[in-house]
């Protein structure tokens, strides 16, 4: 870790988003444009969201599976809207073992695709439906302007894919994983998202309809943070998805596509952090209790030592814990690089709090002496599994009310002009894209969601006056 | 699944071999030549086996990250070893974002380089040393005779990637981590492994030495099932991996690299399958226990599969467990069905069972009669506990069996030819590389590795007749 100072989150919150990547060691440049290393610290964050959502996957029945990373060319072609969606960004393989190959193969920016030549040949009889798949790996899409998480060249994901043989039950299971979503975001990564759908222009190439989770960061910029598509019979119609109903009649599949990415990382930095760096979520971060023992002479650090070591080995049956034994760097040092790192609770064992039989615990969402609690030392993982609940439930609440501090019911569009700079703005709109258009030019701000909770009733288009059914949110975002 | 019967084992083993990968849903070929899709069933078993591994893996220190699908050419070329045994498998993009890249990037068939690369700039001292990062990701080799699970265009594995202060230290991790390996391949595969050197010629392009494991199919062919490499400093020097030692001298690093694929489940299923189809190895089963219910009428029905629920619930504490609850086929091929898919129990319910408060067990390693036990449903899990323990070491027990009966020490170089058609030579070997070529010429059979445990002593060279030190396994491999 460097000892500078980082920039300031409130003066120069992209700088201090890169400088907290970095020195936190999460991730790193890659040698190759618009790559990244995900270092271990990353990575360990990311294993432990994948286990969250995992877990919830197969609570709702789906399983894994792994398709290949190359798609020949013609595929992404069959499927009109798609092609013309991802092709700008495509990563081609033209030169296989020392031959140039006779069909060039896409580096997959997505697999709707070839899952869908799969269940094609998978799906016979409506007794194989529901097909519920989902898949771990990584994409590639040729971004020009990147940023670590956030914008990358390759980066890592889920998809999960799903065919069905109704309509209705499509539907359902698109709205389901939103719901998977959301419920990830607010319970595991205490990010209050809002779930909603994307209109005509900002929805997946070949999807019907796309959901959505948009989360505000504490720029106030909006992060699209996971996504949900309907594709209604687009794929299956392209890829011949058809099964045989209990009627014996031919019918094409309904299908879905969702998928959460690393780029969820970079929402839980922006949505938490602070001035001195990371605060991690609890229940998502890789060591929730850092313990920092504090001695200046031999006979003291054996003292503390002993005591560190106890309660690692105790409090690791339940939580993630580490000791910080490094020699080389000062107490005051080790503060600094676990609250950059943004570790939840920092235990100091130092000779008095040994001699007292007493804990200083430190809350790494409340800093300074605010934070910092005595505990004694009698049912100990009630009491640390209690704070950790405490800390995930402050940030929550607090990026709450941040969130709601800046969303603006402009009652005009002068107005709505002026608070997209600094906030969000929830209008009623008409739906056409032109209006949409028209905000994006004035504003860079376009429309996030249309979100599941509508106030009801009608307004009047905030751009244009006409009659409007809907609510939406205007934000520019990453 | 077909109704069609397996060709048998004994008569045609590699149609066999397909066929059981098709059939059991473990694999199938993807639409571009020489890829496979891992289907749900062939997934949830390697993710058992990536659990097995990662937590051997984290045991011994190490942490997992993620480094970028593509590398510059001109990383490759960097170690001249390394570039010369991998450039005629590399898959080239030389297309992003519709644009010609200036510099081609390969899309990685091991990632020693770019790694490498990522630890000159992270090492500074030897206080950061050792770094023990291992990865789990998706390469690519651009093989021209491809078999599902054994020889894939893009394969899944994990490779470990560690920098060390000494020579010894790397050592000493490059066998820490074959002896993880071997250790793995018994007690979760119940694979009788041999660990042994590869030679110079059958090393990995760029180590000074390789490791292995190799494990004897059923058809008497060996697989090399995972290797592990000390580097040296050969990528040390190439990448300019340097660290401050306790004197201020600057120092190279030594490396070591060791990897595991998805060439594993082809172990597995050659080792231990028969002409019913898969045998797997219980602790690692996605399905541990299968419930098949059998009746005739709906009374029978409502009564069984009351049983049958209430046991599943027990069971799946501890268990994975399923109920086969389709009613579109009969229990018989139920039975077939999952004896195809290997599932180690399987439990018959039927009305008399249930009457008689007795449940009827199959064991899949014992066909027929010989494998029924009727179990008493007192203590219920410890009893299948002890039967999936009692299966595991039944299956390490034949497979070190029928690799101990095909293992011969030929008394000259007419009967080494002749052996090796039907199992393996072990001979005492000069070492040459000659001689190994003049094997490999007439036999097709290959050195395979010299095993650490040696007789001790000398002989002399099977082939040629010098001195010899070493015994060495000659075979006929994947």
Known sequence: MSTEKLPARSENFSEWYNQVVLR?????????????????????????????????????????????????????????????????????????????????????????????????????????????????????????????????????????????????????????MLNVYTDFAYNEA?????????????????????????????????????????????????????????????????????????????????????????ILPPRLAPIQIVIVPIYRSEAEQSQVMAVATQLHKQLSTRFRVKVDDRSEVTPGFKFNDWELRGVPLRIEIGPKDVEKGVLTVARRDIPGKAGKITIHPNNLEAQFAQLLDDIHHALLKRATQFRDEHIFDPKDYEELKEVVQHGWAFSWWCGSAECEAKVKEDTKATTRCIPLEQPGGEGRCIVCGQRATQKVYFARAY
């Open 24 to 176: 936190a060691e999460l991730a790193d440049y890659a040698p190759v444009r618009g790559c990244m290393v995900i270092r271990p610290y990353g990575w360990a964050l990311w294993e432990n969201i994948q286990q969250a959502l995992d877990r919830r996957f197969k609570e709702t029945g789906h399983v894994n599976a792994a398709f290949p990373l190359f798609i020949p060319m013609s595929f992404l072609e069959k499927e009109k809207e798609h092609v013309e969606g991802f092709s700008p960004e495509l990563a081609v393989v033209t030169v296989g073992g020392g031959e140039t190959l006779e069909e060039p193969l896409v580096v997959r920016p997505t697999s709707e695709t070839i899952i869908g030549y799969m269940y094609s040949k998978w799906i016979r009889s409506y007794r194989d439906l529901p097909v519920l798949i989902n898949q771990w790996g990584n994409v590639v899409r040729w971004e020009m302007r990147t940023r670590l998480f956030l914008r990358t060249l390759e980066f890592y994901w889920q998809e999960g894919h799903t065919a069905h043989a109704t309509e209705e039950e499509a539907l359902e299971e698109t709205l389901r």
């Open 190 to 278: 205490a990010i209050p998202v809002i779930p909603g759908r994307k209109s005509e222009t900002e929805k997946f190439a070949g999807a019907v309809q796309s959901y959505t989770i948009e989360a505000m960061m504490g720029d106030t910029r909006a992060l699209q943070s996971g996504t949900s598509h309907f594709l209604g019979q687009n794929f299956a119609r392209a890829f011949d998805i058809q099964y045989l109903d209990r009627n014996n009649q031919l019918q094409y599949c309904w299908t879905t596509s969702w998928g959460l990415s690393t780029r969820f990382i970079g929402a839980i930095i922006m949505t938490h952090g602070d001035d001195q760096g990371l």
